[in-house]
C-alpha cells in the first residue's frame, strides 16, 4: 500500500512539474517574442519548476473545470474592485487609510488550498497577504475601517467550491 502512495506522489509531483515548467517556458517565450536565448529561457523554467516545488506542493485535488468560470468571474470582478478602489484612493486623498495588519484563521485546508486563497486575497481590494503561520493568516489593509473578514470567507469559499474542499471550522482545526 506504501508503494502505491509514494507512486501517487510521484506521478503527482511530476505532472505539477511539467505543468509548471510549461507554463513557465511559454511566459519566457512570450516575454522575449520567441527570438533569442530560448534554451537559457528552458533551463530557467526548470530551475524555477523544481524551485516551486519546494516552495508549494501540488494540490491534492485538481480544479472542477465546471466551476472555473464561476471562479474566473469572481476573480475579475475582485481584480476590477480593486483596481477602482486603488483608483479612486489615488483620486481622492481624503478616502481613509487606517493601515493595519489581521490575523485570520482559515478554514480552508492546509497546503496549497491556503496558498491560492493568499495569492487572491492580494487581489482583493486594500489587501495583501503576509505571513501564513498553519492555519492562521496575517494580511495588511490600508483601511481597518472595512469588513475585510467577509471579503475573505468569500474568497475562501469561492476556493473551496473551485477545489471540492469543505471549509473547516477553526474550533475544528485546534483540536
Not at 469572481?74 to 477602482?84: E, P
Amino acid at each position: 500500500m506504501r508503494d502505491i502512495d509514494r507512486t501517487a506522489v510521484r506521478i503527482a509531483h511530476l505532472q505539477a512539474f511539467t505543468l509548471r515548467a510549461l507554463v513557465l517556458a511559454g511566459v519566457w517565450w512570450a516575454l522575449t517574442e520567441g527570438g533569442e536565448g530560448q534554451g537559457f529561457g528552458v533551463v530557467l523554467a526548470l530551475l524555477a519548476a523544481a524551485l516551486s516545488l519546494l516552495h508549494t506542493p501540488p494540490a491534492e485535488r485538481a480544479p472542477r473545470l465546471h466551476r472555473l468560470p464561476a471562479f474566473t468571474l469572481y476573480f475579475m470582478l475582485q481584480s476590477l474592485r480593486a483596481g477602482w478602489d486603488v483608483a479612486c484612493r489615488t483620486v481622492h486623498p481624503s478616502l481613509p487609510l487606517q493601515p493595519r495588519l489581521l490575523r485570520l484563521p482559515l478554514r480552508l485546508p492546509a497546503g496549497a488550498p491556503s496558498w491560492w486563497l493568499m495569492m487572491v486575497i492580494s487581489l482583493l481590494p486594500g489587501t495583501l497577504s503576509v505571513h501564513l503561520d498553519g492555519t492562521e493568516l496575517e494580511l495588511h489593509c490600508l483601511d481597518g475601517t472595512v469588513d475585510v473578514l467577509t471579503d475573505v470567507r468569500e474568497a475562501e469559499a469561492q476556493l473551496a467550491q473551485l477545489f471540492g474542499y469543505t471549509l473547516i471550522d477553526s474550533a475544528e482545526q485546534r483540536r
